[in-house]
């Protein structure tokens, strides 16, 4: 599997914003769903948004929603993650997945359900 490129990450005070971005240099026709994660150590990887391409149908975990928002360039094949009053509990490594279009749809989504993945990118918030 090619993985998918994360960039964007970095260090910013809480109230900022940071925009992730990733890129998938070859698209894949199963891939119809497209999400981010976040892992800190010694803690499970939490699904964070979730896009559809064939829909736009976006889902959000509850301590980001209203704060950030999941967009897609299907023309580009790349997901972006606005993130916008940042909290020092958002600092993560944030990891962009992809995984089949009934990923959208179910009531959660795990990590262990989305096949190809990025190398990750920091995000560090500060008091």
């Known amino acids: 599997q090619v993985p998918l490129f994360e960039s964007g990450g970095g260090s910013v005070q809480a109230g900022g914003s940071l925009q992730l971005s990733c890129q998938a240099s070859i698209y894949d026709y199963s891939e119809d769903c497209m999400a981010w994660f976040r892992e800190v150590p010694g803690k499970e990887r939490e699904g964070v948004a979730r896009?559809?391409?064939?829909?736009?149908?976006?889902t959000y975990t509850d301590s980001v929603n209203g704060r950030f928002t999941i967009s897609r360039d299907n023309v580009k094949n790349t997901v972006t993650l606005q993130m916008s009053d940042l909290k020092p509990e958002d600092s993560a490594t944030y990891y962009c997945a992809a995984g089949t279009s009934m990923l959208c749809f179910g009531p959660d989504f795990r990590p262990t359900d989305f096949h190809r993945w990025g190398q990750g990118t920091r995000v560090t918030v500060s008091l």
């Open positions: 896009i559809s391409r064939a829909t736009n149908k976006v």
